[in-house]
């Protein structure tokens, strides 16, 4: 085999290294971390510190840390770090060499070649720049390419039939969008439009000011002038912004964060998402302006888009993924680590260049999306049961997501959630999956929020927890094989899942039919469901938990267990039609 080379994603917040090793792509970690920040600085003595511990200094000292120099390259200038001055191009180095290192520790051997990325948009001259950082870092730059164009060699390199992607990218501080056309491997970035100065530290930045507004209003305290407590505020909002990336509220609390006339400050302060994504609302429609900018550039419309691919780790905000649904009308892809994404795509060119085979890149990811239906609107009409994704299709297994929702009346003191499966708007139009009732709500007006936890594991077994949020009353349940592929159809459902459930046994059990005790099970789960619509919500419930035992004891080979269930739903059944 050639020389290996690396695939390097050298970003303005965070850079990567990646290679193809018996065809797979490997994302190379330095300490358990596959993430560099792209900071550079010096320590005490003068020693030169790259990654993580740059970036820790960085508030502390910020004369002698140098962060974000991407946005620098190509430019006649220099920058200080402890009193020298460098050429971009020589941080930049700093960067490729730390990169080359982690790369040459994980393979045991010398490297000297890289493909490296830079974003669409860069002049000859920054990608000249580029150039020079990989020679100055001792590395043979093989080829330059577009960060778009290997996010899209991700998701596309061995592919025949022509896609158009759009890959939509934000990180740190950048903004991209890019249209691109992929066939037979090869990609060719059609237009690209994008913002050089927005990203997530916006988004941060709106946090901390929220924080720090909430100081000034609650203690009279201008923590503006504490340093090493805007430090703390700072790492606080970021981590609140990741929060709400997954869960519905964000606590910020941060103990002695100051001391003012004498008394320590403490900081304890709830966000929501929904207050959040006010705050970043504005940042978010100038990324679709660029989109739409693009989309002209391309001379293409939103329907002749056939996927998405999220770039960035600030993809991972969700209302950026439920703004462009709404454009584009299916879901973006995002089955790839976002943050990865560019970097895996430099290798694959990488070996593509070198001759290697590659794999697709295969990750466990949900066929489906899972959500619950609220009072809502459909096609802009008032609508009951509005479909609520919570985890979308094809996003990376194992997965945990949490939505809040709110009654609808006042002294409400139940709530039934239902668990749907599928993607139609109208969550009727879904498969349902599971359903169960949360009771002894506390009598308080309309408005009592009501959190809904969803988390699918590897095998795909759901587990559902709905919680009252200000009480922490807590009720779940388990649906096992929730990644069988439910139709919403004629077809009895039960036959289906039964069928489903051989489906996924070992092959010797599948040609054997069922046992004539799970066939009778069979029919009576048939029977059972074609009276959900008659019977009562109680009894109801009671079915659906039979059923499901069944199916659990089914699954396990618990013959006994599913006998039980069996007489049970039997009685009931026999209490039901008589
Ligand atoms: P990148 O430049 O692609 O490495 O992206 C870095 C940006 O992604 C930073 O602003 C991070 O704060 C942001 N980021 C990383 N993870 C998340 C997350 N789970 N939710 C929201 N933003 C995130």
Known sequence: MNEIIIGIDLGTTNSEVAIVENGHVIVIADNGKKILPSVVGLDDNGGILVGETARNQYLVYPERTVKSIKRLMGQDTQVDLGGQLYAPQEISAIILKRLKAIAEHYLNQTVT????????????????????????????????????????????????????????????????????????????????????????????EQIINHIVDHLQQSQQIDVRTHSKAMARITRAAEN??????????????????????????HLSLELSRTAYEEMIADYIDVTLDALHIALKGAKLTASDIDEIVLVGGSTRTPCIRERLFDIFGF??????????????????????????????????????????????????????????????????????????????????????????????????????????????????????????????????????????????????????????????????????????????????????????????????????????????TEDKEDLVDLIEEIYGAIEEAANDRMQAAVAKLTDILYYLES
């Open 331 to 536: 879901e973006p892809q995002s089955a790839v680590d976002p943050d990865l994404c560019v970097a895996m795509g430099a290798a694959i060119q990488a070996a593509m260049i070198n001759g290697q085979a590659v794999d697709a890149v295969l990750v466990d990811v949900t066929p489906y999306t899972y959500g619950t239906s609220a009072l809502g609107f459909l096609y802009g009409e008032p609508y009951q049961y509005q479909y609520c994704p919570i985890i979308h299709k094809n996003t990376p297994l194992p997965n945990r997501k949490t939505e809040a929702y709110m009654t609808a009346v006042d002294g409400q003191d139940a709530v039934e959630v239902t668990i749907y499966q599928g993607e139609d708007p109208d969550a009727l139009s879904n498969t349902k999956i599971g359903e169960f009732l949360v009771e002894g709500l506390r009598d308080v007006p309309a408005g009592n929020v009501i959190t809904l936890t969803l988390d699918l594991d590897i095998n795909g077994i759901l587990h559902v927890s709905a919680t009252e949020k200000d009480s922490g009353l807590q009720k779940s349940i388990t649906i096992k094989n929730a990644m069988a592929r439910f139709e919403h159809d004629d077809l009895s459902t039960a036959q289906q899942r039964v069928g489903q459930l051989f489906g996924q046994m070992p092959t010797q059990h599948k040609e054997s039919s069922a046992s004539p005790e799970v066939a009778e099970a069979q029919r009576l789960i048939a029977k059972a469901e074609a009276l959900f619509e008659k019977v009562s």
């Open 240 to 265: 609140a912004k990741f929060v709400l990336s997954d869960q519905p509220y964000a606590t910020i609390e941060e103990e002695y964060l100051l001391e003012h006339d004498g008394i320590a400050v």
């Open 113 to 204: 070649k890289a493909v490296i990325t830079v974003p669409a948009y860069f002049s000859d001259a920054q990608r000249q720049a580029t150039h020079e950082a990989g020679q100055i870092a001792g590395l043979e730059v093989v080829r330059i390419i577009n960060e778009p164009t290997a996010a899209a060699l991700v998701y596309g390199a061995e592919q025949t039939e022509q896609k158009r992607m759009l890959v939509y990218d934000l990180g740190g501080g950048t903004f991209d969008v890019s249209v691109v056309n992929v066939e037979s491997g090869v990609v060719e970035v059609l237009s690209s439009h994008g913002d050089n100065h927005l990203g997530g530290d916006d988004f941060d």
